[in-house]
């Protein structure tokens, strides 16, 4: 019992994970070098992702990515958005 429960969850949790739209920083324009400024690829990834009308993950992946300044606003049209970092988000010196 316990193994189809569990076989039920994953599938559902597969199907769940497999329909969300991921917007990738890099595809805006962002670069991991850890001195070019991301902010505005942050903010093109964010409002697409924001103005999808199904769940959507804003995904920074490995790298150093530095980010001026950026307000993540909303609502979403999709109430749910979500942000996956496994790089680092820098900040400009002096502020």
Known sequence: MALQLTSA??????????????????????KPDGHSD?????????????????PATLVVPEGDFRVSQAL??????????QVLIKGNIVRNSGY
């Open 72 to 81: 993540f606003k909303g609502p979403c049209n999709n109430g749910d958005v």
């Open 38 to 54: 991301s902010a505005p690829a942050f903010l093109d990834a964010w409002s697409e992702a924001c103005g999808d009308k199904e």
């Open 9 to 30: 969850f994953v599938l559902f949790f597969s199907f769940f994970t497999a329909t969300m739209a991921a917007y990738n920083v890099l595809s805006f324009g962002a």
